[in-house]
Nanobody
Framework: QVQLVESGGGLVQAGGSLRLSCVAS????????MGWFRQAPGKQRELVAY???????NYADSVKDRFTISRDNAKNTVYLQMNNLKPEDTAIYYC??????????????WGQGTQVTVSS
């Protein structure tokens, strides 16, 4: 089956760094981009960043200049490098395979999520 598997979450102090990984396997339909979402308790799931097959990148304003999304096509892996982490970054982070037609459109392909906790 089609799978997205996230890893790399953990507990860090404010100002620290983590790198999340998302490994894709199987055949995806109508996918030309990969995105990272996050969801904190009591809040809506929000798009953090995405990268297209052509290398175009977009970030949410809240993480711009702190997070970096990248892709290694040979390894079918998308990364999210998170620097200068803040307590408000605490959330479950999810990987999604989607498409970009103007804005990012998530598919039904989601990873299981990885917990990121940032202490002050």
């Amino acid at each position: 089956q089609v799978q997205l598997v996230e890893s790399g979450g953990g507990l860090v102090q404010a100002g620290g760094s983590l790198r999340l990984s998302c490994v894709a396997s199987g055949r995806f339909s109508s996918v030309n981009a990969m995105g990272w979402f996050r969801q904190a308790p009591g809040k809506q799931r929000e798009l953090v960043a995405y990268i297209t097959s052509g290398g175009s990148i977009n970030y949410a304003d809240s993480v711009k200049d702190r997070f970096t999304i990248s892709r290694d096509n040979a390894k079918n892996t998308v990364y999210l490098q998170m620097n200068n982490l803040k307590p408000e970054d605490t959330a479950i982070y999810y990987c999604n395979a989607g498409s970009v037609i103007g804005g990012y459109g998530p598919s039904g392909y989601w990873g299981q999520g990885t917990q990121v906790t940032v202490s002050s």
